[in-house]
C-alpha cells in the first residue's frame, strides 16, 4: 500500500492542470477507504466519484472532459496498477492518468526505497494522447 500512496502523491504533486478532484483506481477498482485516508490531506476519492462527461468541442469532434459526480468540477483519475518489485529496494508500477478526451497517459512509475520511504524516481510515458 506504500508504494501506491508515493505514486498517488507524486501524481497529484506534478499533476499541472487544473484539477479539484483526484479520482484514485488500484488495479480497475476503487481503493479502500484506509488507503484514501493515507493521502490526507490532498482532495482524493476513489474513482467511481468521477465521471467522463461531454465537453463543449468543436463540431463533429467527440470531446469530454472528466468532473467530480458531486460538485461538477474538473477532476482527474489516476490508476495504478501491477507493482514489480527488485531485492535491491526498487520497484516498478504500471500507472496512469485520464482527465479527457485528448489528455489520458500510460506509463511506468520507478521507484527507489529510501530508508522507509519510498521515492518516484521517474515516469516513463508508453503512451500519451
Avoid at 87 to 113: I, M, N, T
Wanted: hydrophobic share 35%; with cysteine.
Amino acid at each position: 500500500m506504500e508504494i501506491y500512496a508515493a505514486v498517488a502523491r507524486y501524481q497529484i504533486r506534478v499533476w499541472d492542470l487544473k484539477a479539484d478532484t483526484y479520482c484514485i483506481q488500484v488495479n480497475g477498482k476503487d481503493p479502500s477507504h484506509e488507503f484514501l485516508k493515507l493521502l490526507a490531506p490532498l482532495a482524493v476519492k476513489p474513482a467511481s466519484a468521477c465521471v467522463s462527461k461531454p465537453a463543449s468541442g468543436q463540431a463533429g469532434r467527440v470531446v469530454s472532459r472528466v468532473v467530480d459526480k458531486k460538485t461538477g468540477k474538473p477532476a482527474v483519475i489516476f490508476d495504478l496498477d501491477r507493482i514489480e518489485r527488485s531485492p535491491e529496494g526498487k520497484a516498478d508500477v504500471e500507472g496512469g492518468y485520464d482527465c479527457a478526451s485528448q489528455c489520458s497517459g500510460r506509463g511506468k512509475y520507478r521507484l527507489d526505497l529510501q530508508g522507509t520511504e519510498w521515492i518516484v524516481k521517474s515516469f516513463d510515458i508508453t503512451f500519451q494522447s
